[in-house]
C-alpha cells in the first residue's frame, strides 16, 4: 500500500514538472501563455474546493443508488398488518413471475407493473420489501428523486442502467426474474408538458415508458415493475394505463380490525402489563397510519422506562397516543381564568360529541400539548366509510361547540376556536360540493364565491342554533366538567357518560 501511494505521489510530481516545463517552453517560443495559465488556475481552484468531483459525481451515468436483494431488510408478508387486499394483489403478481408456465397455460399476460397510491405512512414501501422477502426475484429500490437531474440526459440513463442491472441480477437469480421498485415516483413520472425550464424530466419518463414497453412474457429475464406514491394525481396517465402499471392498489388508512393486527405486531417484543387491552388501543387510535401505531408502541416503550417500570401497562399506551397525536405535555403557566376557559370549551366540545355521537369520546383534558392548550379525544366504535348528511351536520355541531359553550358560560368567545371554524368551514364546504344543501348537485367552478359563501353560511348558522339548543339543555353537565376538568386536568369518556347518563335519569 505504502508502495503503491509513493508511485502515484511520483507520477503526480513527474505531470507537474511536465506541465511546468511545457508552460515554460512556450513562454520561450513567444506563446502567450496566459489563457493557459488562467485555465490551470481554475481547475486547480476546483480542484482544491472539491467542485470538480462533485461534478463528475453528478455527471457520471452510473446506476442509481439502487439496494439489491442483499440488501433488503428481511420483511415477511405476514410481518405486515392489515392490507389484505394489497397482499394479495402483490403475491398474485410475484406468482407470475415464479411460475411463468401456470399463467402461460391459460394465457395470462404477465403483470408489468404495479401502482401502491395511499396516504403517508401506511406501508407501501413495506409491502415492496415484503415482495423482495416473497420471491426468488433479484429486488432492485430506487427512489424517483434519483433519476432527475439538470444535466440533459442523465436521468434517461440512469433508467437504462436501472432496468439493465436488473436484467443482469435477474440471470443471475434463481428464479430469472427482477424485481424493481420505485418509490416516489411522481417526482419523475408527473404529467409531461408541465417543466416549461427545460425536457429532461420528459426525457425521464419518456425512457421509463420505453423500458417498460421492452418487457414481454418471453424476456429471458422477467421483469416487475412496482412504485409508490401518495400524489398520483400528478402521475402522467401514459404510465398508469393498463400494460404499463396494470394494477394501481390503494393501500389506505387501515380500519379497526387492522390497527388491532399492526399493533400486535409491534407490540410483540415488549412487555406488557395485563391491564393492556390492544382493542380498546386500536378503538383508540381511529385515522392513525401504520407508522402513527408504531410510534405509539415505541413511545409507550420510552415512557415505560422513563418511570422505571419492568412493562408497558395501559397508562404508558395512553400518553402515547396523546403524544403521538398533539405532541409533547409543555410546561405552559395558564393564568386560572385561561384555564377556565379552556375546560368550559373543551368541556363542550365533549358534552356534544357525546350528545351527536354517544361513546365517542375518550379522554377530554385541558393539559397543553403542541399548541393545543386542550383537547377531546373521540374514538368511534366502527370505522366509516360514507358520511351521511346528519353526521357531517353533527361534525359541523361539534366544532362550534366549544365556542358557544364560552359565550354561554363566560359571556364572550376567544380566539382559540379560530382551527374549529376552520374545520367547520371545510366540512360546510366538502357538504356543498357533494350535493348535500339546499344548493343541489352542483359543479365548483360554476358557482360563484357569493353562492359558495352563503351556502356554507347558511349550513353553520342551522349547527349553530342547534348547538346552543343542545348546551343550554345540558348546562349542568357542561358546568360540572367544567369544574372537574380545572381541578384534576382530565376526565375519561365513561366517566363523562356517566354523569351525563345520571343527570338524563
Not at 513562454?27 to 461534478?55: F, T
Request: neutral net charge; charged residues 25%; contains cysteine.
Amino acid at each position: 500500500m505504502r508502495r503503491r501511494e509513493d508511485r502515484r505521489q511520483t507520477g503526480r510530481w513527474a505531470a507537474l514538472g511536465a506541465g511546468a516545463g511545457l508552460v515554460g517552453g512556450l513562454a520561450i517560443l513567444g506563446v502567450d501563455i496566459w489563457p493557459l495559465l488562467l485555465i490551470l488556475a481554475l481547475v486547480g481552484v476546483l480542484k482544491w474546493s472539491g467542485a470538480l468531483g462533485q461534478l463528475a459525481s453528478r455527471t457520471r451515468v452510473g446506476a442509481p443508488v439502487a439496494s439489491a436483494r442483499g440488501a433488503v431488510p428481511a420483511v415477511r408478508f405476514e410481518d405486515v398488518g392489515g392490507h389484505d387486499h394489497a397482499k394479495q394483489e402483490l403475491v398474485e403478481a410475484l406468482d407470475f413471475l415464479k411460475r411463468p408456465e401456470a399463467a402461460e397455460r391459460l394465457g395470462v399476460r404477465p403483470l408489468k407493473g404495479i401502482l401502491f397510491t395511499g396516504p403517508p405512512g401506511t406501508g407501501k414501501t413495506l409491502l415492496a420489501k415484503a415482495a423482495a422477502n416473497y420471491s426468488d426475484a433479484a429486488f432492485f429500490s430506487a427512489s424517483g428523486s434519483e433519476f432527475v437531474e439538470m444535466y440533459a440526459g442523465v436521468g434517461a440513463q440512469r433508467v437504462r442502467q436501472l432496468f439493465q442491472d436488473a436484467r443482469r441480477a435477474g440471470r443471475q437469480a434463481d428464479g430469472g426474474c427482477a424485481v424493481v421498485f420505485i418509490d416516489e415516483i411522481e417526482v419523475m413520472a408527473g404529467r409531461r408538458g408541465q417543466h416549461t425550464s427545460h425536457l429532461e424530466y420528459d426525457q425521464t419518463l419518456n425512457q421509463l415508458l420505453v423500458e417498460m414497453d421492452g418487457l414481454t412474457p418471453h424476456d429471458d429475464v422477467r421483469v416487475l415493475v412496482m412504485a409508490a406514491s401518495n400524489r398520483a394525481d400528478l402521475l402522467d396517465s401514459a404510465l398508469t394505463r393498463p400494460g404499463r402499471l396494470d394494477r394501481q392498489v390503494r393501500v389506505d388508512l387501515p380500519d379497526r380490525t387492522a390497527r388491532r393486527q399492526i399493533l400486535a405486531l409491534h407490540a410483540a417484543n415488549k412487555p406488557l402489563a395485563p391491564d393492556v387491552d390492544l382493542d380498546l388501543l386500536a378503538q383508540d387510535t381511529f385515522g392513525f397510519s401504520g407508522a402513527h401505531l408504531e410510534s405509539v408502541c415505541n413511545e409507550a416503550a420510552i415512557l415505560a422506562l422513563r418511570d422505571g417500570q419492568h412493562a408497558v401497562g395501559r397508562t404508558h399506551f395512553h400518553e402515547a397516543v396523546d403524544k403521538v397525536l398533539m405532541g409533547e405535555r409543555m410546561d405552559r403557566v395558564v393564568r386560572s381564568a385561561e384555564r377556565r376557559r379552556v375546560a368550559v370549551h373543551e368541556g363542550g366540545h365533549a358534552v356534544v360529541a357525546e350528545l351527536v355521537r354517544p361513546g365517542s369520546v375518550s379522554q377530554v383534558t385541558i393539559a397543553p400539548r403542541g399548541r393545543a392548550l386542550g383537547y377531546v379525544r373521540q374514538s368511534p366504535a366502527d370505522d366509516p366509510l360514507l358520511e351521511t348528511v346528519s353526521e357531517l351536520e353533527g361534525q359541523i355541531v361539534v366544532c362550534l361547540a366549544g365556542s358557544e359553550a364560552e359565550a354561554l358560560q363566560l359571556g364572550e368567545r376567544s380566539t382559540g376556536a379560530a382551527n374549529d371554524f376552520e374545520q367547520a368551514w371545510a366540512i360546510a364546504r366538502r357538504m356543498v360540493l357533494a350535493g348535500l344543501t339546499d344548493l343541489g348537485v352542483v359543479e365548483e367552478r360554476a358557482l360563484t364565491k357569493d353562492q359558495m359563501f352563503r351556502a356554507v353560511q347558511a349550513t353553520l348558522g342551522r349547527a349553530t342554533a342547534r348547538v346552543r339548543t343542545l348546551l343550554e339543555q345540558h348546562a349542568g353537565d357542561l358546568t360540572r366538567l367544567a369544574d372537574t376538568l380545572v381541578v384534576e386536568e382530565t376526565v375519561d369518556g365513561p366517566t363523562l357518560r356517566s354523569w351525563m347518563a345520571a343527570a338524563l335519569g
